[in-house]
């Protein structure tokens, strides 16, 4: 009897945390048409540590993929958008990465799967910058759409699917 209750217990607290963290997702999905942060503010450093501004990318539909070496639902999107990135350029379409992450482990792993887009990387301020692109959970893989303007578009929390991109890309071209 006892077993029972503490099955049935652990059965309702794993609903319970399920359930929160696909409301959450909703929510940050919903939440993201009214960040008010444009890909202008963007001003991180790059593996070669030369600065970058969201600015230079003013003009085309650019995908922020935020990741880490450590994550692996991240190692395991990756892949797709180096692809989605030589598919896509020719149409306006630019990825970019921001590792949360150590320089170190950013340039190791970059190099490793063959990252081609510009991968820059944030360790201080993080969370407020996954938070000013809609994400309050802090959580990776997370990827920022942005339209030709600098504007938020979109926001997919979890791995993102070629699929899941070109619904939220193809629109903005």
Known sequence: MMKRSRLIF???????LI????????FVLERSSSA?????????PDVHKNLR??????GKVVVVNHWASWCAPCREEIPMLIDYQQQMQAKGVQIVGIAHD??????????????????????AGRTELLASHGNRLGALPFTVIFDR???????????ISAQELNALVNPLL
């Open 36 to 44: 008010a942060t444009t890909l202008q503010a963007i001003e991180l």
């Open 102 to 123: 150590s320089l170190e482990a950013t340039r190791i792993f970059g190099d490793e799967i063959g990252i081609t887009y510009p991968s820059l990387w944030v360790i």
């Open 53 to 58: 501004k969201g600015k230079e990318w003013l």
């Open 19 to 26: 359930g929160s963290y696909f409301g959450m997702q909703k």
């Open 149 to 159: 303007n600098g504007k938020l578009a979109g926001t997919k929390l979890g791995i």
């Open 10 to 16: 652990l059965l309702g607290l794993a609903g319970i």
